[in-house]
Every structure is written in C-alpha cells, then in structure tokens.
C-alpha cells in the first residue's frame, strides 16, 4: 500500500493537467499513488491520465456532481496512511512530500501539515506567493485572522473519518480546515510547496455571491457548537466576521449595491485598519474600488 494518496478531481482539466501530473512524478518521495476521479469529462482528460502508469488509479462518476461530492467519491478510495490534495491546474515542487512526510512522521500528534505557496498566472508566470505567519500547534487563532491553508499544500493524516461538506460551492476546503484546525494540532512548514495558478474564469472568482454566506456559514457552526472558542479568540472572532462583511461587501459592489455595501463595512470598520481603509474606499467610484483589487 502506497504511504500517499493523491486525490486529483477533474472536469475537462486537458489544459494543464500534464504539468499537475508531472509535478508529482517528480517528486523526490516515490511512495505515492495518485487517485484520479474524471467528473464525466468531455475533452482529452482521460486519454492524458491513460498515458501514465499504474501509479494512476482512474476512477470515473457517472454523471456530472459538484466538487465537494466528486472529492468525497475520491476519498473512499484513499487508503494511504496520509492524503495530499492536487487540483489539475496547479503544480506541486518536487520537494513537497519529502519535507511534509517527515514532519508528519515524526509529529504523531499533528492532524495536518500545509505549507507557502507560489502564486502564477495562466502561462506559468510566478505573480506573488504567501509563507505562512501561523506557528505550528494551535493555528485557530491565525486562521481566523487570516485564512491561510491553502489545499494544495496540505498533507492530512487518515486515521480518521475525513468528510467533506456537499452543500458548499466555494469554500468547502475552508470548512473542512477551519473545523481541524479548531481542534487538533496542525503543523506549519515555512517554506514554498506549491505553485498555485490563478485563473480569472476559476470556479472561485465564479462563485462570489456565495463567499460570505459560506464563510459565515462555517464559522457559525464552529462557534455554536464550541461556545468557550469565542471567550477564548475575542478579536480573532470578530477579525474573522469581518472578512465575511468584507466578502459580502465585494458582492454587493459588484452588484452596484454601493449602500448596502457601505453599511456592511461600518459594521467592522475598527476592528482593524485595513477595514477602516476598505470602508474609505467604499465612498469613492467603484472603479477606485476595482482598481485596488485588481492591483493587490
């Protein structure tokens, strides 16, 4: 049995689905198996995976689900000791498992790993990158002031019933995440694992009338069932439920809701600076608001 399973899910991903695959071929630790789910693909998709050894399992559902539904199809397949994530659109460094499995090795009582990552365009261009603030162990606090877990860093340890949620268009990772992270150890590696594409036509810049309801959605349920959470993180709650504003906010501007929007941002504007400089800009053009969003 493989150490690695890699769960790969994949609707029409011929573009850059090579490279994705490439990327884990090349990896310094080989004792990896790769979980392939073709979510009924109508491009090249299957002929690509084809091409590559056994490594590969290719599984195939039988009609067209949503992404948390294809994942949680994949998941019955993985059996390894740990689970990494791999979308087909982005690329892994060859160093990634070798650094994270020796982590987790020697943490037995850390439920995940995750990394930086290095942000590129559509041709591969390196456009900016993220290392992790967040100190290994307790990263609940971190998490809710800055969400910074990104899936294609994450190595999690499977010794437990790994469920992830079908209701969510956008964020089912951050839920996912978000409810380990609010109780178990994670560790954090403070260096670049991957290379993460950023994609105007993505599934999440698709989906932005959604990101705060999600979000909202996810820290409800965490604090409703974890009451002492809020005595314990204060600011760090109310940090977190002002992204969810800042996200609403987003939507409503984009929406030409400039009012609505301007309201939700008053709600938090002291929370912190950036939020105070966020409903500023709310009183400008929009495209003052677009500019700056576009620039960072």
Not at 9 to 21: F, S
Not at 83 to 100: E, P, R, S, V
Not at 145 to 172: A, C, F, G, T, W
């Amino acid at each position: 049995m493989a150490k690695v399973s890699i769960l790969m899910n994949a609707y029409n991903a011929q573009k850059y689905l090579k490279e994705a695959i490439d990327s884990v071929y090349a990896q310094t630790f080989q004792d990896w198996e790769i979980i392939f789910i073709d979510n009924c693909s109508v491009d090249g998709t299957k002929k690509i995976v084809k091409s590559y050894d056994d490594k590969i399992k290719y599984y195939k559902t039988d009609h067209n689900i949503p992404l948390g539904a294809a994942r949680n199809f994949g998941l019955q397949f993985c059996t390894a000791q740990y689970i990494a994530f791999l979308d087909t659109d982005d690329i892994w460094l060859n160093n990634k498992l070798n650094i994270q499995i020796g982590v987790m090795d020697k943490n037995i009582d850390y439920k995940l790993c995750y990394g930086g990552v290095i942000y590129i365009d559509k041709s591969g261009k390196e456009i900016g990158g993220l290392v992790p603030k967040a100190s290994s162990g307790n990263v609940f606090s971190q998490q809710l002031k800055r969400y910074e877990i990104n899936m294609q860093s994450v190595l999690l340890r499977n010794d437990s019933e790994i469920k992830i949620s079908e209701d969510l268009r956008h964020s089912p990772d951050y839920d996912l995440f978000m409810k380990i992270a609010s109780n178990s150890n994670i560790y954090v590696i403070k260096d670049h694992l991957v290379k993460y594409r950023k994609l105007e036509d993505s599934l999440t810049s698709k989906n932005i009338d959604v990101w705060w309801i999600e979000m909202k959605s996810t820290l409800d349920k965490i604090f409703s069932q974890n009451h002492e959470l809020k005595k314990v993180y204060p600011r760090e709650h109310k940090m977190a439920y002002a992204k969810v504003a800042y996200y609403k906010a987003q939507y409503l501007l984009s929406k030409d809701n400039k009012e609505d929007a301007k309201k939700e941002l008053s709600k938090y504007k002291f929370v912190h600076i950036n939020y105070l400089m966020l409903y500023v800009i709310s009183f400008f053009p929009k495209q003052v608001w677009n500019f700056i969003h576009r620039k960072y």
